[in-house]
């Protein structure tokens, strides 16, 4: 069965530093998403593509954060520099044209 | 606009109690809802899903129906078990694949 990927699994980084996360969404799936997710709370959408272009980014910390998806397959997301309320999970989803939304198994940032 | 609420938890239960975790939305038009579930330290799993009104979504023992007169979509099983510990999360797509997530229920199943 296909699943999303995403690396690291785990990341631990020290506050001003830089950091990215990888998703590899299910193959077809035209529709990308990366979320937050703080501890004991539901996903905070970050941002959407469509394709390669950028649905919905309206939630997303434009002065630190920025994602891409230069040829509608895989996407990256970035912090420069992180702080320490960035410690979250961090979780990429892809959707093929139907409501369905399928989750990878997420990243789990620490800043110290 | 579109939101989700469901109940705080955690829910403690024996196991094979009978579960409920409610939820009710706001929306607008006509959304798809969702269950999904979340094992510690991984993502979310599509549990189960209703897309139009009267809809029942049901997978492994789970069920949910799809109630839009009191805009709701409660989760139910009937018998739980210990492997069941986990965290649910209702949610509803609209807007074009837009999800909109509960702040989830934490679900504790105790041998």
């Known amino acids: 069965e296909a699943e999303v990927a995403q690396s690291p699994r785990y990341k631990i980084t020290e506050k001003s530093q830089a950091v990215a996360f990888w998703c590899d969404p299910i193959?077809?799936?035209?529709?990308l998403y990366w979320y937050r997710q703080i501890l004991g709370q539901g996903p905070e959408l970050l941002v959407q593509?469509?394709?390669?272009?950028?649905?919905?980014d309206s939630q997303l910390p434009k002065d630190r954060f920025s994602a891409e998806r230069l040829k509608g397959v895989d996407s990256t997301l970035k912090i420069q520099p992180a702080e320490l309320g960035d410690s979250a999970m961090y979780l990429c989803a892809s959707s093929p044209v139907s409501y369905e939304q399928y989750f990878g198994p997420g990243t789990r940032l620490t800043v110290t | 606009g579109n939101s989700v609420t469901q109940m705080e938890g955690p829910v403690t239960l024996s196991e094979e109690a009978f579960l409920t975790i409610n939820c009710t939305y706001t929306a607008t038009g006509y959304p798809s809802l969702f269950w999904y579930v979340q094992y510690p330290g991984e993502g979310l799993q599509l549990l189960l899903k209703?897309?139009?009104?009267?809809d029942k979504g049901s997978n492994k023992g789970f069920e949910a129906t799809y109630r839009k007169e009191t805009t709701s979509f409660h989760l139910e099983k009937g018998s739980v078990q210990v492997s069941d510990s986990a965290v649910y999360f209702c949610?509803?797509?609209?807007?074009?694949?837009?999800?909109?997530f509960g702040s989830g229920t934490k679900l504790n199943v105790k041998p």
């Open positions: 593509f469509q394709d390669e272009s950028v649905v919905d």
């Open positions: 193959s077809g799936h035209a529709t």
């Open positions: 949610a509803l797509s609209a807007d074009f694949n837009k999800f909109y």
């Open positions: 209703a897309t139009k009104a009267d």
